[in-house]
């Protein structure tokens, strides 16, 4: 059984950073593609950030280029550097084998944590 365990939000005032981790287990994560996703009140679940081992890719939505930073050892981590009130959401992160062109869709993705929430206010 695939099982994801997401951790590491809070929060924090605008420009400040926060590190999210992923926990994955029952595979291993040279052989899916990891995305973190967020979800705002009112608004739909957007891809954020995803990452893929065997295809040595990486992925960035523009409203977090240049912000935010993915990365895996033996779990994914996302880093948020300059956070805004607009990234406040709650983050999840997910496995799956999507196809490339649609690598953000939440509709590639068949596991799921349980999300984190993030708080960017003063």
């Known amino acids: 059984e695939v099982q994801l365990q997401a951790s590491g939000g809070g929060l924090v005032k605008p420009g400040g950073s926060l590190r999210l981790s992923c926990v994955v287990s029952?595979?291993?994560?040279?052989?899916?593609?990891i995305g973190w996703f967020r979800q705002a009140p009112g608004k739909e679940r957007e891809g954020v950030s995803v990452i893929s081992r065997r295809e040595s890719s990486t992925f960035y939505a523009d409203s977090v280029k240049g912000r935010f930073t993915i990365s895996s050892d033996d779990a994914v981590h996302l880093q948020m550097n300059n956070l805004r009130p607009e990234d406040t959401a709650v983050y999840y992160c997910?496995?799956?084998?999507?196809?490339?062109?649609?690598?953000?869709?939440?509709?590639?993705?068949?596991?799921w944590g349980q999300g984190t929430q993030v708080t960017v206010s003063s």
């Open positions: 997910a496995a799956g084998r999507p196809i490339l062109s649609a690598i953000s869709s939440p509709l590639g993705y068949g596991n």
């Open positions: 029952g595979i291993t994560l040279d052989d899916v593609t």
